[in-house]
């Protein structure tokens, strides 16, 4: 059984460029979450993809967006980088949806930093 | 809102001692999920201990246990037996039946020889 996995493991991109992060699901997982960790914080909830379908999103603006694929893989996108940007880019995925909670399990993340 | 709180920001234990990490809650829900996830430097996420909030019996796995507390909204995370690799960030972090985790900042614990 192969776990979460993303790619690139760390990039550096400049100010104002577009970004794509990727996401592996794990095998029989058609959830999955993104959440950004800035430095020395917890991190945050972005969005969900249940089904090729966004499910919830948090306090972030459009410039961040996703696709989840007929795979169940997916891609976290991010338009006109700021520096605040700059953080670890965390996928999770987990079995199901339909009102109950199910156990994410991560990914080993993407390092991102904007110059 | 749902917020997670962890007061101690890095904590120390000598290795075979045992360690006890704070974390307080609140949330609206009547049910919720509790987790405690840990963070190595490899980055990698990794779930510890859950503990559902309709569950009255507190969870235990090997060395690590929980003491919750639904009525003060407290959920500390008891580390006993503390080993070198138990060394990481540790993240209490909350959840209802919608979609999110909600993380507390963390608790950098460092196990020494």
């Known amino acids: 059984e192969t776990g979460v996995t993303q790619s690139p493991t760390h990039l550096i991109k400049t100010r104002g460029q577009q970004v794509t992060l990727r996401c592996s699901s794990q095998?029989?997982?058609?959830?999955v979450s993104w959440y950004q960790q800035a430095l020395g914080q917890g991190p945050q909830f972005i969005f969900q993809?249940?089904?090729?379908?966004?499910?919830g999103r948090g306090n972030f603006p459009p410039r961040f967006s996703g696709l989840q694929f007929p795979n169940y893989s997916s891609e976290l996108n991010v338009n006109a980088l700021e520096l605040d940007d700059s953080a670890l880019y965390l996928c999770?995925?987990?079995?199901?949806?339909?009102?109950?909670?199910?156990?994410?399990?991560f990914g080993p993340g993407t390092r991102l930093t904007v110059t | 809102a749902q917020t997670v709180t962890q007061s101690q920001p890095e904590m120390s234990v000598q290795e075979a001692e045992t360690v006890t990490l704070s974390c307080t809650y609140d949330?609206?829900?009547?049910?919720?999920?509790l987790f405690w996830y840990k963070q190595p430097p490899s980055r990698q996420m990794i779930l510890v201990i859950r503990?559902?909030?309709?569950?009255?019996q507190n969870a235990t796995e090997n060395r690590f246990s929980v003491n919750f507390q639904k009525a003060a909204k407290s959920f500390s995370l008891k580390i006993s037996d503390s080993q070198l690799g138990d060394t990481a960030m540790y993240f209490c972090?909350?959840?209802?039946?919608?979609?999110?985790?909600?993380f507390g900042k963390g608790t950098s614990l460092l196990v020494t020889p």
């Open positions: 999770a995925s987990s079995p199901g949806l339909a009102g109950t909670f199910y156990e994410q399990y």
């Open positions: 095998s029989g997982h058609n959830t």
């Open positions: 993809y249940y089904r090729e379908e966004e499910n």
């Open positions: 949330t609206s829900e009547n049910n919720y999920y």
């Open positions: 503990q559902e909030a309709y569950k009255q």
């Open positions: 972090a909350l959840a209802n039946s919608g979609y999110a985790l909600n």
